[in-house]
């Protein structure tokens, strides 16, 4: 395969991931923001939104303030927010366009529908009302979905395959990632104490985010306790957004490429040993040592794995 199409591919899926990831945390945030005073506190909501997005400091450059209609503009709308669902719905578009012959009908109609509904909610001047909002939120959800049902039951298993899932599970990790760092190092007040009611709900507004409400009950059976929903998000492979998860599924894929292509290197080693160093973790020591400390390390790696994928692959 050529670098430059499965460059495109790549792109292609962490594009389609990003976007599903932004309406997440912006329906997540809603629902918070929904809550009385007396549980939500004096926290901003909405800067924990752009914080987690990754866009906080760019943000800030365009607007004043951080409240609900700026921040569901910049997330979703704004030309200026390169990370927008808008933009990355239509850089997905323009990825797919780019390697439509590498692509089952099914991905690319779901790309150019998705594409062409939003050129339709755009035209309208964007979502004037929460209901509108909310439908928005289902659609770009919807969207992803279709995508990623389409690739896992049309595609054939060989290299574009191997280099979209790369992209899915690579994105998948950094959003899990960021938004629980935000969680432990930025969310929280200070003088609010850990199980108290503004800490449960930002702990379930954080399982709404990644789906999987109904999962930690099913795996743990008890009411919501930071150190299990740490333990299921991190190191429980058996939830696909996990940090272990991902990893899994990025060494797996690494491995097919690496056979299919004859030889091994750095983005196959570097891969394992992150997932290895997830393997031989226990929360206890991740919670003494710093539930920050290890995360900030995790995205830094996760980061190096995309450098090294690109090295490797796609130039």
Known sequence: MLSRTAENLFWLARYVERAEYLARTIDATLRVTALP????????????????AGVGPTFYEHHEEA?????????????????????CIEAARLNSRSVRTALTSEMWDTINSAWIELQGV????GTGSR???????RFVQETSLRFDGSAYRTMLRNDAYWFSRLGVHLERADNTARILDVKYHVLLPEEEHVGGPLDYYQWTSILRSVSATTAYHWVYRETLKPWLIADLLILNDTLPRSLASCYSNLVRNLDQIGVAYGRQGAS???ARGVRNRLEHSHMDDIFQHGVHEFIQEFIADNSRLGEIITKQYLI
């Open 122 to 125: 755009w035209t309208k001047g």
């Open 67 to 87: 409240n609900e209609r700026n921040v569901v503009e910049y997330l979703s709308f704004s030309d200026a927010n390169p990370s927008s669902i808008k933009n």
């Open 131 to 137: 209901e509108e909002l909310a439908k928005f939120l």
């Open 37 to 52: 005073a007396a549980y939500i506190g004096k926290t901003n909501e909405w800067d924990s939104a752009l914080l987690t």
């Open 268 to 270: 196959q080693r570097h």
